[in-house]
């Protein structure tokens, strides 16, 4: 696990760390003290993405994530979404160059 930064959500200071889907893709978990807190990003392989881009997952119980990530200043915003069928979910960008080598996921 690679840490970058700090992020409050949900009033819980949280830690930042990228991770690896299995496709190679980045995304992003926040820990807190006690261990894994919460997946800010999903992985959606039929979504065209740059290199830096994510999707983050802000919706149901990570409801606020992008908000959070934005005032963090983890990510920037870009004008895009993506329709899930239920949900909105936004296309952000990382203002960080991921690290090379992440924990890998399979979600």
């Known amino acids: 696990m690679t840490t970058n930064n ?8 949280c ?13 992003l ?3 807190d ?5 919460a997946r800010a990003t999903i992985n959606v392989p039929e979504v065209t993405l740059a290199v830096n881009e994510v999707i983050i997952k802000d919706y149901a ?9 934005l005032t963090a200043g983890i990510i920037t915003p870009t004008d895009k979404t993506i329709n899930l069928g239920y949900v909105f979910a936004p296309i ?8 090379e080598e992440g924990e890998k996921h399979n979600g």
Do not use: C, D, H
């Open 6 to 13: 700090k992020v409050i959500f949900k009033g819980v200071e």
């Open 15 to 27: 830690t930042i760390s990228y991770l690896k889907y299995e496709n190679g893709r980045t995304g």
């Open 29 to 31: 978990q926040l820990w």
């Open 33 to 37: 003290a006690e261990g894994p807190y």
């Open 61 to 69: 119980e990570n409801s606020g994530m992008y908000l959070a990530l």
């Open 92 to 99: 952000a960008r990382l203002k960080n160059t991921p690290p």
